[in-house]
């Protein structure tokens, strides 16, 4: 078996992928974060403009931190299920064929005999 050998062309190659995958999952960070906003941004001022407790109790940095605090968690959270998805997706591409193969080849017994009592 050949050792693994690393290529200057392999390594630009990987790198090119990371830089896009990073590029995507911002964009789908930016995208749920504005969308979080206005969303948070719209229920919090009408929730201040109509509600006594709110109006009482909320001041504006009150409310600025709501809205931000959305925005950020929604940034990350879109952010990290992009980056999963990608690579899921890459790693699928990448595992050798007899790996690829998902299909259950059963056994003909429904559970190990380790789960049975």
């Known amino acids: 078996m050949p050792p693994n050998t690393v290529t200057s062309a392999s390594v ?3 790198l090119a992928l990371a830089k ?3 590029r995507e999952a911002a964009l789908a960070g930016f995208k749920a974060a504005a969308i979080g906003t206005v969303a ?4 919090t001022l009408v929730s201040v403009r109509m509600l006594p407790w709110a ?3 909320i001041n504006p940095a009150g409310q600025a931190l709501i809205i931000s605090t959305v925005a950020g968690m929604a940034y ?3 952010a990290d299920k992009k980056i999963l998805a990608l690579a899921r997706q890459h790693s699928y591409e990448n595992a050798p064929d007899h790996l690829k193969d ?3 080849q059963g056994t003909g017994r429904p559970h190990p005999g380790f789960f049975r009592p």
């Open 102 to 104: 998902t299909s259950f």
């Open 40 to 43: 948070s941004g719209i229920a």
């Open 76 to 78: 990350f959270i879109a």
């Open 12 to 14: 630009d190659q990987n």
């Open 55 to 57: 109006k009482a109790n």
């Open 20 to 22: 896009q995958c990073s």
